[in-house]
């Protein structure tokens, strides 16, 4: 099992930015890919950035793409996301989540019911 911690979140100005952290404990991060998942009210979760057990193969949803950046440090077992340029639609609840894998650099699981350990998820709020 491995526990997942996020941090980072927070209130800021569109334009603004954010960089959030997802620490592991429990198991080493390099077992899993791993994904960051947002959650506005009233809207279903959806899949922001994942990256792969390398850190060389990332995926990003079409909104985000040239704003925020995946990357991650395994020996430091933490996780991130950089979020810049944000926007009043950037506005949820962020998890980070975990999907074991035995696919090293390979692209990562795009799917929510790949991902079997999250985070409690850190809010994220941009006003215009």
């Known amino acids: 099992q491995v526990q997942l911690v996020e941090s980072g979140g927070g209130s800021v100005q569109a334009g603004g930015s954010l960089r959030l952290s997802c620490a592991a404990s429990?198991?080493?991060?390099?077992?899993?890919?791993m994904g960051w998942f947002r959650q506005a009210p009233e809207k279903a979760r959806e899949l922001v950035a994942a990256i792969s057990r390398s850190g060389g193969n990332a995926y990003y949803e079409d909104s985000v793409k040239g704003r925020f950046t995946v990357s991650r440090d395994n020996a430091e077992n933490t996780l991130y996301l950089q979020m810049n340029s944000l926007k009043p639609e950037d506005t949820a609840v962020y998890s980070c989540a975990a999907a074991p894998t035995p696919v090293w650099f390979g692209e990562p699981p795009l799917f929510p019911a790949e991902y079997v350990y999250w985070g409690q998820g850190t809010q994220v709020t941009v006003s215009s």
């Open positions: 429990g198991r080493t991060l390099n077992t899993y890919a």
